[in-house]
């Protein structure tokens, strides 16, 4: 049993041992200041969870396809406020109206792919799937820009997009220009078919008192909405290239936290990430939630401090430990009641 010399260990006990497990890392100033890799990463090969296992990431794909379309946008190759009937044809008219914008930050509209899959589907889908499901409905769900609902759909586009613009698949962009030059060498946009994952944790699911490995699911081979695998010690890498003008430029850095439209539960959302406040101070944070996954990252605008947390169970919750991990550096600054 681990011992209790953090607050956040009494969280972390029921991964430890010979379950899916959990690997959590909180930066502050940039540095390692608490980490944790616990319980195993494949229950079948005995192989246990450690700091440089990959997780398939589910949703905090979102902030990578996001820095993507920013990094394109920054060399000038497209602009946000262009319409995306541009990439698309044929499409729907009312597409038109919708601008990359939009898509950043779930106000397009857009009827949610998942919705459209007909009965019986057996083979996983593609982000070109995606498309051809959308692209058949005439009309979205509100007006562009009138109002944010999430949309996996959206950012299966922005995939789309970036292959289109950049002239090469969208995995292979990802890889050249975003995880390598922000030091992520063993992180990767996973489709299925395009070689192994070094390192990998596989998903289970608690059912009737076991873990059964339930790993991939019908939409698990989307890419733009979900598709990245990494591991803390590269999100580390990550956090750092968030920090640099290298990177991404200080305007375009700056528009990724915006908060550029509310979300029904009152917090904003910018490119790739919510945006909320934690005591008082500006946060970012993004969940991800896939078949046999849950991850969540927290991080701090004005401090520099930042929560990674990837479990390989799907009854994980990642969030209140992630928070709790920068809040417990909070209290120390002397910004917690």
Not at 24 to 53: C, F, H, K, P, W
Not at 76 to 83: K, N, Y
């Amino acid at each position: 049993m681990i011992p209790d010399t953090h607050p956040i260990d009494k969280l972390l006990r029921p991964f430890d041992g010979q379950v899916p497990g959990i690997s959590v890392l909180l930066l502050v100033d940039g540095s390692a200041y608490y980490a944790r890799a616990l319980g195993m990463a494949d229950l079948e090969q005995n192989t246990a969870v450690t700091i440089a296992t990959n997780f398939r990431l589910a949703s905090l794909t979102k902030q990578f396809t996001a820095a993507a379309v920013l990094r394109l946008a920054a060399q000038g190759a497209l602009a946000l406020d262009e319409t995306i009937a541009r990439f698309f044809e044929p499409a729907p008219a009312f597409w038109r109206q919708i601008t990359v914008h939009h898509l950043l930050t779930h106000t397009s509209g857009l009827a949610d792919y998942e919705e459209l899959i007909p009965p019986g589907t057996t083979a996983q889908l593609r982000d070109h799937d995606v498309f051809d499901l959308v692209r058949r409905v005439d009309a979205g769900y509100a007006a562009p820009g009138a109002a944010f609902r999430y949309s996996n759909t959206g950012y299966c586009l922005l995939a789309l997009i970036v292959e289109r613009v950049a002239a090469q698949p969208f995995a292979v962009f990802l890889r050249e220009q975003v995880f390598l030059p922000a030091g992520m060498r063993f992180t990767m946009a996973y489709e299925g078919d395009g070689g192994a994952i070094p390192r990998r944790a596989f998903g289970y699911s608690l059912r009737d008192g076991a873990f059964v490995r339930t790993d991939q699911s019908l939409t698990s081979a989307t890419l733009g909405d979900g598709g990245v695998y990494s591991s803390t010690i590269d999100l580390e890498r990550w956090d750092a290239a968030l920090s640099d003008d290298a990177f991404l430029p200080e305007p375009w850095r700056a528009a990724v936290f915006t908060p550029h439209v509310v979300t029904p539960s009152g917090d904003a959302y910018g490119y790739g990430w919510f945006l909320t406040r934690i005591a008082g101070q500006r946060a970012a944070y993004h969940t991800g939630e896939t078949a046999g996954f849950r991850t969540a990252i927290v991080r701090m605008l004005d401090r520099r401090c930042t929560a990674i947390v990837l479990a390989n169970r799907s009854e994980a919750e990642t969030l209140p430990i992630a928070r709790m991990l920068v809040q417990t550096v909070l209290e120390s600054d002397g910004m917690m009641e």
